[in-house]
């Protein structure tokens, strides 16, 4: 599917490569939902993978779209990579379900196939953006976000190496990341033992 406005694409903060994004995503019972999604760009394709039988996963299924929220709120990662978030956390705009706290949001379409993980034609509708901030690049951020993602992979494949992982990246983000970064690493430390 070809994407025919990338600047619009770009003015919402999604370029080439793996786009770290918070996808929400509604249940045919009106349950909401909030996860990482990893966004592949590349050039004018668009994609994603999924973890099959997670919330997201059913909820695009069922549904044939999600919304992208790019976000920059470490706190935020942690939460929906392992935990369910508050309703009170999402709002409708547009008549689509976003992150409250959103600097931006984005929603695409696609045509999942069942026990399909791999979504390649994921087409972009609309978006907006809400908050626009300038920042440098923060290695705290990134790693927490790299964080989350390891701690899906425990929870999901219980190995120990992504244990041995997240231990490494604790003690960079305790070097790099600001009160925000470090605060959520203990959370997501936290939220992990609930599931050893």
């Known amino acids: 599917m070809m994407i025919y406005d990338l600047e619009e694409i770009e003015e919402l903060g999604i370029f080439d490569g793996i786009n770290e994004i918070i996808a929400t995503t509604e ?5 909401f939902n909030a996860a990482p999604l990893g966004l592949i760009r590349k050039g004018d394709l668009l994609s994603v ?3 099959v039988g997670s919330h997201t996963y059913d909820n695009i ?8 929220n790019v976000s ?14 508050s309703d009170d956390e999402f709002v409708m705009r547009e008549g689509e379900l976003t992150l409250k706290d959103a600097e ?17 034609d994921v087409e972009f509708v609309k978006g907006e953006v809400l908050r626009r901030k300038f920042r440098a690049v923060n290695r ?3 790693l927490v976000v790299e964080a989350a993602v390891a701690a899906t992979r425990y929870v999901a494949l219980k190995s120990d190496i992504y244990l ?3 231990f490494k990246i604790r003690r960079i983000v305790n ?7 470090i605060e959520a690493m203990d959370r997501l430390e936290e939220l992990i033992e609930q599931f050893e």
């Open 140 to 142: 705290g951020i990134n």
């Open 27 to 31: 249940s045919e019972l009106g349950v």
């Open 49 to 51: 993978r999924l973890f």
């Open 175 to 181: 070097r790099c990341g600001g009160p925000r970064e």
């Open 72 to 85: 920059h709120d470490p706190m935020l990662f942690v939460e929906t990579a392992l935990n369910d978030i």
């Open 164 to 166: 041995e992982e997240i």
């Open 61 to 68: 299924l069922a549904g044939g779209k999600f919304v992208a």
């Open 104 to 120: 931006t949001w984005a929603l695409f379409k696609c045509e999942p196939k069942n026990l399909d993980i791999a979504l390649p």
